[in-house]
């Protein structure tokens, strides 16, 4: 059994009992859910999905727009009655832009209007009042700064064309001022009263003086919105809306959110939103090991202190509680995260509401893909139980029908298995009406007569309209449609027509800011039960706050003194009006309470369940217990993926949400009574959609390019790779490609083969500034490997058509085609390890040396006893072409070693100050090694294993050294500006500072080092800091160069045996993409081929031709990825999920096959894979890999063909 089904985690780390863990889903005190907000603006004053985009400080301005007589000019004249106004003067002097502008707006009615009173609407008489200026999607609404005066909202379809900028320069106006002409506006909140909107419907011309910076950027945008708010007639949000707002609310991460420099992030920047109830907050996410942060995109432009845009909120990882699958909208995307008591959050903007997101006990996160919540998922901490998993329902399941769950509980607990959630009103929890008796005096809870009949919907309790209800099913036959109900038992207006006292601008918000008719609101218990009883249109069920004993009864009563109205009957609606039998609003809760946990409605309660979450919600078994409803409750998320166009599917969400959503089934047979046995098989498989519903069968795998076919390298002529350098040496260079030509007909056509290395290179870098975890492996770099010189191709390179879905081979079904055996695993740092190398010296498996850093600043050196394996098969074809996933529960599956069994034995250690980000590791060509180290304090050090020392030190860069590569000399390199008389190596760093450069190196026996105080080469082209860094050799003499920027760029250079520097490639950054986490260059067939990945989970691949990269072909693998190694044919990619993903590669580096995808057994809770080494034993049977993880684990492993 998972460690999280005994509940959450307690303050010691020990699971709690699953009741303490649904006391995190208990309501919270609706009063706590109004918006405590610093200011008195909030998207609930806009239209119901109106979403806020940016705001500034402005004085404001406005007058009636009274006219005398005909316009003959657009612009207002001389003739109108306004005091501040000079509008044709401006015109006539303020140049052709603002006449244009201007020239847009139209006369409004010709109709005089009767003298105003100065006082009757303070909006239309304002002078230099100081307030905020809010920019949304569908109005522009002015903030004063004095609570006293109304909120302003001008929707921009009643205004007379968008607004206009006049020039510094114009008469009668101050510098950077903006003019609009609005038909009708909206006055809320004076005095900072909540009631109903007040509707002005008088012509008004407002002035708007911006405070801090020009308002030319604004005019633009609020012409782009008012455009299409005209041409949509008003529509709240259409798809062209959201298309358009997108990029004004997709801003990147910004890094002073960072509480400690040293943070680990684990994901990319994931564009996300936080949900409440009808609101929409729009950011970006990032998790790091230890915070998650949310940085809101809507805030201001500028302050007088600082800019307040990219202030973050943030939480602790450790004060997660649990976790849910939640849904956004009709999209399986969402994300509830329940905190622990005395929970808080910190940060956030001051000039919006986003304070007030995250004061609740959970928080609702909406991603814009499925893959991203169950990354962050993952990614939370493992013991944090998730409440929609089926092995959590069978456990509540389990102990309610032990009678260890009180009802209450066990309902809540289904609510939200079932995907409902307190911050979604359409998906608000329900719960049944369980009293039928609202007139006695008396409550008698012995009687079953004063209980509804739980077996049968609400819709089916009074026969009589049962039977129209059956009557119109069968009429409507013959028109295709078939349902009992047109409404449902939950929708938003039902629940806020329980909960307005208390969420009273929630339904404003929802009625367009009115309050409902006094006769239609909630105003007697009496009333509306009989109203759910005989009204045709009124099915609706409970929430949870009529059972909520010790909670708040403020929704009952109304506290905050609103203007309901009065009914026809003339009665005042005020607090609302309890049976006879209830002494107080606490005391209707608490003996509704009693009620529910009662042995006759426990008994009944089964049945309830079936109806709602169970075999009678749906289809031909909802038909026969007369609980079948609209069509449009039952639409999912495969219904949404099977829609055509995206204006279909935001129809459909839109009714929806509006109409009404089924929850989930949860029980696929009917459920037991407590004396009845309980058996598992009830419980749905599908439940907790930890499988894709909306792409059934695919996983996170995507070809994102056609495969490239590159021509045969039989056709390459190697001196086409790269443009010819400057002559150092001709006849040197002459005889040194004849030899390697030569060499190459006997020389293994395996470039990764341990006999030809004598650097490794490992490097991982924890991204400073950007809001990526990068984490990055580097290869072993060597000298070019085959050269094969030939006639020159006819054509380099040539593109075919992707193959079909159904051509791919699918390999899903079959068994794994490879068998892991574990040597070890150990927690061997108290940080992330940033690099592992594995060396097998002299090709001895026997003793193995494992060189490992880490971010504690250590440097570890083991080693590694490896036995013989018989169970090892020798692999000639190296991986095969599959797709494989591993995590490190699904290897500690397979039986960790014991302590005592430990293949692993401390052989040295270092420690630094500093962090260390990169290594890689050398041989002294006798029995010595080198580890030369990359840290925070920008320094190289070289450490000498069997000195037990540092040999030698350097320093590199003006910051962090995140990436290393070395180049080892071969006996075809020749004397040059790159190889001095005595280099034995090449070094190449990058850092932070966003440079590279080239060093040279002269690691001799006895572990001596030397390394020349001034680069060879330094490199500046890198458009932002150095994210990883990987370099080969060319037959030519120079060098090639590749390092991956943190924006998502990457560059390529050319260093010339004489020191002359060329770019050959520049990848530009894409706006989200992330960094570029891994590069990694590669010799095959006589080309050099370079893989990049990035942190979106993209991998690309290049190949260098003619002086130029040519891009083949790219996959996604749907998880960020740290860390990548080429070996034999196959990408081994470690990912931030904790899995170990392995990518065919076809000649020529191209992307193919459908990957098989390795079901592992829990990817929650598994530290993401930092850095992977690949060796081999002598004779090539064994594959020895290591893994450093997050957590500062590493983990040794065995891989081979399965028999």
């Known amino acids: 059994m998972p460690s999280w089904l005994s509940g959450g985690i307690s303050s010691d780390n020990r699971p709690k009992p699953v009741k303490d863990v649904i006391k995190y889903m208990y309501p919270k005190s609706t009063t706590d859910r109004v918006d405590d907000h610093r200011t008195r603006f909030s998207t609930l004053l806009l239209e119901h999905g109106e979403k806020a985009l940016q705001d500034w400080a402005v004085l404001a301005y406005s007058s009636p727009w009274e006219v005398a007589g005909s316009v003959d000019s657009s612009c207002p004249q001389k003739s109108d009655k306004i005091q501040w106004a000079q509008s044709k003067q401006s015109s006539s002097k303020g140049g052709s832009s603002s006449t244009s502008r201007a020239s847009r707006l139209t006369s409004p009615s010709k109709k005089p209007h009767r003298p105003l009173d100065k006082d009757q609407f303070p909006s239309m008489r304002m002078t230099k009042i100081e307030g905020r200026l809010h920019l949304c999607s569908r109005s522009l609404v002015f903030e004063p700064t004095e609570n006293s005066r109304g909120i302003v909202r001008c929707p921009f379809h009643r205004m007379e064309g968008s607004p206009v900028e006049y020039p510094a320069d114009a008469p009668g106006f101050e510098g950077m001022c903006v003019e609009l002409f609005s038909r009708r506006h909206f006055v809320m909140k004076a005095n900072n009263v909540v009631g109903p909107f007040e509707h002005v419907s008088l012509p008004t011309r407002f002035r708007f003086s911006f405070l801090h910076s020009p308002p030319s950027a604004f005019c633009d945008l609020c012409d782009r919105l008012f455009n299409l708010a005209m041409a949509t007639k008003g529509h709240t949000t259409t798809p062209e809306l959201d298309a358009m707002i997108k990029p004004m609310l997709d801003r990147p991460f910004h890094p002073d959110n960072f509480v400690d420099v040293r943070e680990q992030p684990l994901t990319t920047h994931l564009p996300c939103q936080i949900l409440t109830p009808l609101q929409t907050h729009v950011g970006t996410l990032v998790l790091t090991s230890e915070r998650i942060y949310f940085q809101p995109a809507a805030g201001v432009l500028e302050d007088d202190d600082s800019s307040t845009t990219t202030r973050a909120i943030r939480w602790m990882q450790r004060d997660v509680a649990a976790t849910a699958r939640r849904y956004n909208g009709l999209r399986d995307s969402a994300l509830e995260i329940y905190w622990k008591e005395g929970s808080s959050f910190l940060g956030g903007s001051s000039s919006s509401n986003s304070s007030s997101v995250s004061s609740n006990t959970s928080t609702l996160l909406a991603f814009q893909g499925r893959h991203d919540r169950e990354q962050v998922l993952r990614l939370l901490p493992s013991l944090a139980p998730c409440v929609t998993d089926r092995e959590f329902v069978l456990q509540v399941a389990k102990e309610w029908h032990q009678g260890n769950l009180s009802n209450y509980d066990y309902l809540l607990a289904l609510n939200s298995a079932a995907g409902r959630s307190f911050h979604d009103l359409s998906r608000y929890p329900v719960f049944p009406w369980v009293i039928a008796d609202y007139e006695s005096s008396k409550l008698n809870l012995d009687d079953e007569k004063t209980y509804r009949d739980l077996t049968k919907p609400v819709g089916a309790l009074n026969e009589e309209r049962l039977k129209y209800f059956q009557t119109r099913l069968e009429g409507m036959k013959d028109m295709g449609e078939t349902f009992l109900y047109g409404t449902h038992y939950s929708a938003p207006g039902y629940v806020l027509y329980y909960l307005v006292r208390s969420m009273p601008e929630h339904m404003l918000c929802l009625q367009n800011g009115k309050f409902d008719s006094p006769d239609r609101m909630f105003h007697s218990i009496q009333n509306c039960y009989k109203c759910v009883l005989s009204n045709h249109a009124d099915v609706k069920e409970l929430i949870p706050e009529f059972y909520s004993a010790g909670q708040d009864f403020d929704f009952l009563i109304n506290a905050r003194g609103l203007s309901l109205g009065a009914t026809q009957n003339g009665d005042r609606v005020d607090d609302v009006k309890l049976p006879p039998w209830a002494r107080s609003g606490r005391d209707f809760i608490k003996k509704n309470r009693k009620a529910l946990e009662s042995p006759i409605c426990t008994k009944m309660l089964p049945r309830w369940i079936d109806l709602i979450f169970g075999s009678k919600s749906r289809g031909d078994a909802a038909l026969e217990a007369a609980n079948l409803f609209h069509q449009m409750a039952y639409l999912g998320p495969r219904d949404l993926a099977d829609m055509q166009t995206e204006q279909e599917r935001y129809t459909a969400e839109l009714q929806a949400t509006e109409f009404g959503i089924v929850p989930d089934q949860l029980f696929v047979a009917d459920h037991p009574t407590r004396d009845v046995a309980f058996e598992e098989g009830i419980v749905s498989e599908a439940v907790g959609r930890a499988s894709s519903k909306e792409e059934p069968g695919r996983e996170a795998w995507e070809l994102l390019d056609s495969p490239i076919a590159v021509i045969p390298q039989s056709k390459i002529e190697v001196k086409n790779t790269l443009p010819e350098p400057t002559p150092f040496n001709a006849k040197v260079k002459s005889e040194k490609v004849s030899q390697a030509k030569a060499a190459s007909s006997t020389t293994s056509s395996s470039f990764l083969s341990q006999s030809m290395h004598t650097a490794t290179v490992v490097q991982k870098l924890p991204l400073r500034g950007t809001g990526e975890g990068i984490e990055t492996e580097l290869l072993p770099s060597g000298s070019f490997g085959e050269m094969n010189k030939s006639k020159a191709p006819t054509e380099t390179v040539a593109r075919t058509p992707s193959p079909k879905v159904e051509e791919l081979t699918n390999s899903s079904t079959k068994s794994a ?314 990408l081994l990619v470690g990912c931030s999920d904790g899995g170990l993903r392995l990518i065919p590669v076809r000649p020529g580096s191209s992307f193919g096959k459908k990957p098989t995808l390795w079901a592992a057994v829990n990817h929650k809770g598994s530290p993401g894979i930092s850095c992977i080494s690949v060796t081999y034993t002598a004779d090539g049977t064994r594959k020895i890999c290591c893994t450093g993880g997050e957590d500062g684990s590493i983990l040794v492993f065995e891989l081979t063909r399965a028999s």
């Open 817 to 1130: 085609e490879w068998d892991m055996k574990v040597v070890e695993r150990q927690r061997i740092h108290s940080d992330a390890v940033s690099g592992c190398v594995l060396w097998l010296p002299d090709g001895s498996a026997e003793k193995s040396l494992l060189v490992t850093t880490s971010l504690d600043g250590g440097l570890s050196v083991h080693k590694v006893t490896l036995g013989e394996s018989s169970a090892l098969e020798q692999d000639k074809g190296g991986f095969s072409s599959t797709f494989a996933k591993f995590s490190y529960s699904t290897i500690m599956s397979r039986g960790p070693l014991a302590p005592t069994q430990s293949k692993l034995t401390e052989y040295r250690t270092h420690s630094s100050r500093d962090p260390l980000a990169s290594l890689v590791l050398a041989s002294d060509g006798s029995d010595g090694h080198v580890a030369f180290a990359g840290g925070h304090d920008d320094v190289v050090l070289a450490y000498g294993i069997s000195s037990a020392c540092a040999v030698a030190s350097i320093y590199s860069h003006r910051d962090a050294v995140t990436g290393l590569d070395l180049i080892t000399r071969t006996p075809f390199d020749s004397e040059s500006v790159l190889w001095p008389e005595k280099a034995t190596h090449i070094m190449v760093s990058g850092s932070w500072d966003a440079t590279v450069k080239v060093w040279s190196a002269t690691v001799a026996a006895g572990e001596t080092v030397t390394i020349q105080r001034e680069p060879l080469a330094e490199l500046f082209d890198a458009d932002s800091g150095i994210v990883c860094t990987s370099s080969i050799s060319v037959p030519t003499g120079g060098i090639v160069i590749a390092a991956g920027c943190a924006d998502g760029s990457f560059c390529v250079w050319e260093v010339h045996s004489d020191g002359v520097q060329v770019v050959l490639h520049n990848e530009a950054a894409k706006r989200g993409s992330g960094p570029c986490s891994v590069v990694q260059w590669i010799a095959e067939g006589g080309n050099l081929h370079l893989f990049a990945a990035f942190s979106t989970g993209k991998v690309a691949s290049y190949t260098l031709m003619d002086g130029k990269l040519h891009r083949v072909g790219a996959v996604s693998v749907g998880v960020a990825i740290l860390s990548m190694k080429y070996s034999n044919g196959v």
